[in-house]
């Protein structure tokens, strides 16, 4: 367990692409941190240059109090489980388990272990710890029958665990993982979710995860890092995130479905503002500051209901029904809206008739820039 | 082919075999048979025998004593030379191409693009072309009639086998090779542990056309090694056709012709399968 700091970090490839800028970051020990952002954000370069698979162009990466930018990736004290596994294909599992220790191990050289019986004997007896380690861990992943398989003989879930399995036996500082479950199909993606929060609970061990998924970010994280463009744009609790996201980046990218937008003008009352839109009108919460002439706000869907006469009013597009609830697309003037309503309501809804929404209990105001402002 | 019915692609495939393997047949039957009806055959007095009437197995003992001034020692030492050289060839050239392959696909460094070129262009030079500057380096360097000329260069690499192993490691995933680096190996334990075992169809390609070509190779063995006990199979082979080409001991020629070209057969078959997925994973075409 080890904590993770980066001050300043950032990457720039040759050509001067800059792939990630000013990353700050604290990994406290023992936290589960999620990296969460689209496809070129700078998510999996951090990862990289914390593993030492990509150098530091700027600032510094520390490792349980020790500055590792110049120091090789085996000497960091890490573990990475890839996208693809990365699992050696002509290795059995418990082999690919063992594989890193064996390297590690002090007494290595085979051919002074058949000179010198003690020094053969201190080598049986690592390699015993060894195979030890890898029954533990084998044990607590479920994978003991499948120790001496290919790879090749594997699904997908059981490949998963073996490269979970090969870090775990490392017992790092510190975890990697890289879109660990991206190659699964949803539902096995699901069970391993789980497996792997239950499996940082019960190791208490500083893991690092990244994902483009924000429900998996969601799921697994004790803190979120969203990133955009190479930078970070908030570090937070799930529900901070989904609470108090502070830009509409991050409110669009968090939550499913995704927030609704309005954008209007906005009208000064005094200390009051009001956003005034195409379809209407609504007086923004008390508090919010504006200092822009356009503004946005937000609505998360799930916060949207039905009723007899409201702010929102327009005709049901589409219903799509999830089980205990279903997703209704109403067109308003100007602005499409989704609301996640419960499917006893949506049942009393019919594709092409009108509707009133009413006014959600939270509202988030975005300014001209798209800051949050409430 | 798609077309083509089933029994067409069959016959026409046995047709080819007929094609291809009789010259090894007709070499079977004429090394078995008698002396005189050996060169019957030859001259076509005696059409050809689908087998020999009485087999004169005799006729391979025969030849392989009477290869060189010695009985017996003739044939021995050109089968260790043969043997001694092609190993340490095979070895030299799986090692080195498959290290400077693996530079060329994962390393990266200045002048890479540049010196793969010059390397494939290497390619395009003749043999022919290099053998007297060669002969002047090695004289040069006091190997002559020694083995090294023969076997030192192939631990420098083979510009279309380094080719072939670049393009087939291209293919193997980056993180694997991150996964070793995570694991603690360096780039000569990545190559070794992870890379080369990875590569076993392309090492198969590459040792089975080193082997057969080392073993046949004529040229080289008669321009470094002169003494008569330095000699390899291919040159004491031809020592054998001068002294015994004529129609009366043509089925010891064939016999003796036989038993050089016995490992290469011998080694394909071993290495059929890795060979045949080798060529099916494009790893000639890249």
């Known amino acids: 367990m080890a904590e993770v700091i980066l001050k300043s970090v950032g990457k720039v490839y040759p050509g001067g692409m800059r792939a990630v800028q000013g990353v700050d970051l604290h990994v406290r020990h023992g936290e589960f941190i999620v990296l969460v952002g689209p496809s070129g954000c700078g998510k999996s370069t951090t990862l990289r240059m914390v593993a030492g698979l990509e150098e530091i162009s700027e600032g510094a990466i520390s490792i349980g109090g020790r500055v590792v930018n110049d120091i090789a990736p085996s000497e960091r004290d890490i573990a990475m489980v890839f996208q693809n596994y990365a699992l050696y294909p002509h290795m059995t599992v418990g082999r690919n388990m063992a594989f890193g220790l064996e390297r590690r191990r002090r007494h290595g050289s085979l051919l002074r272990s058949l000179l010198s019986p003690a020094y053969a004997a201190e080598r049986r007896a690592e390699s015993a710890r060894i195979q030890a380690r890898v029954d533990e861990a084998a044990g607590l992943l479920g994978l003991r029958p499948l120790l001496q398989r290919m790879p090749r003989e594997l699904s997908g879930g059981q490949r998963q665990r073996v490269a979970v399995g090969r870090a775990i036996v490392r017992d790092p500082a510190v975890f990697l993982f890289d879109e660990p479950l991206s190659n699964l199909d949803a539902k096995l993606r699901g069970e391993m979710r789980t497996e792997l929060r239950i499996l940082h609970r019960r190791l208490g061990a500083t893991m690092m995860y990244v994902t483009h998924d924000q429900e998996e970010a969601m799921g697994l994280a004790d803190r979120i890092v969203v990133m955009k463009d190479g930078l970070v744009q908030q570090i937070g609790s799930p529900s901070e995130l989904y609470d108090r996201p502070v830009n509409r980046f991050v409110a669009s990218f968090i939550g499913t479905p995704t927030m609704n937008f309005i954008e209007g003008d906005v009208e000064r009352d005094g200390n009051a503002h009001a956003l005034r839109w195409a379809g209407g009108r609504i007086t923004l919460p008390a508090g919010t500051t504006l200092t822009t002439a356009r503004a946005a706000i937000g609505i998360r869907p799930d916060t949207l209901a039905p009723v007899a006469d409201g702010p929102f009013r327009g005709t049901v597009q589409s219903i799509e029904f999830l089980g205990d609830r279903a997703d209704v697309l109403i067109e308003t003037s100007g602005v499409r809206l989704n609301a996640r309503v419960p499917t006893d309501s949506a049942r009393a809804m019919r594709e092409g008739a009108s509707i009133a929404l009413g006014m959600p209990s939270v509202v988030h105001v975005f300014d001209g820039d798209g800051q949050r402002a409430s | ?286």
């Not at chain 2, 047709?15 to 009806?37: C, D």
């Open chain 2, 1 to 286: 082919m798609k077309s083509l019915r089933p029994w067409f692609q069959s016959a026409l495939l046995a047709a080819g075999s007929v094609v291809f393997l009789f010259p090894l047949w007709w070499m079977v039957v004429v090394s078995l048979e008698t002396p005189k009806r050996a060169g019957a055959a030859m001259t076509g007095q005696d059409g050809v025998a689908l087998w020999p009437a009485d087999p004169q197995w005799g006729n391979y003992a025969e030849a392989l004593a009477e290869m060189g001034s010695e009985p017996w020692v003739g044939f021995v030492n050109a089968l260790a030379n043969s043997i001694v050289v092609t190993t340490l060839v095979v070895i030299g050239t799986v090692l080195s191409s498959s290290l400077v392959g693996f530079a060329f696909a994962r390393l990266r460094w200045r002048g890479r693009g540049v010196l793969f070129t010059l390397m494939l262009a290497t390619m395009m030079l003749p043999g022919q072309v290099t053998l007297i500057p060669l002969f002047l380096l090695f004289r040069g360097l006091g190997w002559i009639d020694t083995i090294l000329p023969l076997a030192v260069p192939a631990f420098f690499g083979n510009a279309f086998f380094i080719f072939m192993y670049r393009q087939f490691i291209l293919q193997i995933p980056e993180s694997l090779v991150e996964a070793a680096k995570v694991d603690g190996h360096g780039w000569l334990g990545i190559w070794w542990t992870v890379i080369l075992p990875l590569c076993r169809p392309v090492t198969a390609i590459c040792a089975v056309f080193t082997f057969i070509g080392t073993w046949n190779d004529f040229m080289g063995p008669l321009v470094y090694l002169h003494a008569e006990e330095q000699s390899t199979l291919a040159v004491a082979l031809n020592s054998f056709r001068n002294q015994y080409g004529g129609l009366d001991d043509v089925h010891l020629l064939m016999a003796a012709s036989l038993v050089t070209m016995l490992p290469c057969i011998l080694l394909f078959i071993a290495a059929q399968r890795q060979f045949v997925e080798g060529l099916a994973r494009g790893a000639v075409k890249g």
